[in-house]
């Protein structure tokens, strides 16, 4: 069955702490990888996508991630938080649309909320 | 450049009423159109997903409808809102051009 476990539902650290936000899935063809960030009372903005080539992508606001295909795992990462960072934050996957009979669907892990400590 | 209208952003229905959310979508076309619901630490439901004019999957049975009466509109419809039909909704649209999914800033309905 295709999933996505981030196993963190709620973290705090402290403004200026590094960060590493936990992804693991379950998928059976080639995925696409995405991680997203929400405010209270908004939709989802794209923080950054991995979809093929070098493993490590960069995304908005400082934020990378890391593909390990044998230990199917996205993790988010950033060397610095900052107070406007606190927000809750999605791991996604998905296939590319048309692909295989896909439509395009993503599959969303429950959410990890981010709180930052002044 | 691409945007995603969703509206209304907020919403109280009183149980029993009927409910009509709407999304469109500007600069694509032929895009593949969904339908979320968030509640409070389940993460995001696929409800509907639309591949063209008036083609509707239905992911999960509920008391919810949905239609595509044009290229870029997407509606979410009930007849009749029960109390569990309370949430946050989101509408995303994905194309074959691109690998993300692009959403709306939500509806937040609350049913009471």
């Known amino acids: 069955a295709q999933s996505v476990t981030q196993p963190d539902i709620h973290i705090t650290v402290s403004e200026g702490a590094s960060l590493e936000l936990r992804c693991n899935y379950s998928?059976?063809?080639?995925?696409?990888l995405f991680w997203y960030v929400q405010s209270p009372g908004q939709g989802l903005q794209l923080l950054l996508k991995?979809?093929?080539?070098?493993?490590l992508v960069q995304g908005i606001k400082g934020f990378e991630a890391e593909f390990k295909r044998s230990q199917s795992s996205f993790n988010l990462r950033k060397p610095s938080v900052h107070w406007s960072d606190a927000a809750e934050y999605f791991c996604?996957?998905?296939?590319?649309?048309?692909?295989?009979?896909?439509?395009?669907?993503?599959?969303f892990g429950k959410g990890t909320k981010l709180s930052v400590k002044p | 450049s691409q945007t995603i209208h969703q509206w209304p952003a907020t919403l109280v229905q009183p149980v029993g009423s009927p409910l009509s959310l709407e999304c469109t979508v500007e600069?694509?076309?032929?895009?593949?159109l969904y339908w979320y619901r968030q509640a409070a630490g389940r993460g995001l439901q696929l409800l509907f997903y639309?591949?063209?004019?008036?083609?509707i999957s239905s992911e999960v049975p509920q008391n919810l409808s949905a239609s595509r009466p044009q290229d870029r509109q997407f509606i979410l419809s009930s007849k009749k809102l029960l109390l569990s039909d309370s949430g946050f909704y989101l509408c995303?649209?994905?194309?074959?051009?691109?690998?993300?999914?692009?959403f709306g800033q939500g509806t937040r309905l609350t049913v009471v």
């Open positions: 991995y979809f093929s080539g070098d493993t």
């Open positions: 600069g694509t076309s032929n895009p593949n």
């Open positions: 998928y059976g063809a080639t995925p696409y």
């Open positions: 996604a996957v998905g296939a590319k649309v048309n692909y295989g009979g896909s439509q395009g669907n993503l599959i």
């Open positions: 995303a649209w994905r194309s074959q051009s691109n690998t993300e999914a692009f």
């Open positions: 639309s591949v063209g004019i008036g083609q």
